[in-house]
């Protein structure tokens, strides 16, 4: 009976430690110990090695003082969710701190985009830590946000539809009281 019991703990402890070293995925967005990013661009990687992580590279940079980022720039033709778009990073100190992925109604079908985004992130990800929808006039805005506080990332997931059509992001951020949707 020692034997049995010995050898499910064993079990029980491998299955643990497996799940806590192990990460959720989704298309390219992950949770590990680290909390939320984009696989591809881990924070605190440079320009440059962000410009490299793409094959197009770096198509536009500017420099900023928005929300603490003193740098933004952008990588074009980019798919991600069946849909085409760009990704925008922002830097702090030459340190990658924020990336976002943006698409438009006019690259395609962003309403079901923003679905196989939302419904993919809720099973890897879990329920959202919060959920807004607001609307003012012509303009309307949806946004999901799952915020790890132990390591002070957060997911978030935006649309806004308006005159000019609808856009749609996806975003991880170490600067999560920063975005809030």
Known sequence: MKKIISVL?????LLCTGCSTGSSKLE????TENGYMFESLPYGISI???GR????????ERK???KGFDTVCY??????????????????DDKLRAMTFNTHSHYGDVDAAFTRMCNSAESAFGAPTD???ESAGTIARESLRWLDEETGT??????????????LGIAVTDFPSDTAG
């Not at 703990?9 to 402890?13: D, G, K, Q, T, V």
């Not at 992580?53 to 536009?60: L, N, S, V, Y």
């Not at 798919?79 to 760009?86: A, K, M, R, T, V």
């Not at 806004?160 to 856009?167: A, K, L, M, R």
Request: charged share 20%.
């Open 48 to 50: 440059d090695e962000a």
């Open 9 to 13: 703990l064993l079990f029980a402890f």
């Open 75 to 92: 990588i074009e033709d980019v798919e991600l969710f069946g849909i085409e778009g760009y990704i925008d990073m922002q830097f702090a």
């Open 53 to 60: 992580a793409f094959e197009q590279g770096i198509t536009q």
């Open 64 to 66: 900023t003082n928005s």
């Open 28 to 31: 390219g967005f992950v949770h």
């Open 154 to 167: 957060a997911l978030i997931i935006a649309k806004d539809t308006g005159s000019n059509g609808t856009q």
């Open 131 to 133: 959920q807004n929808e």
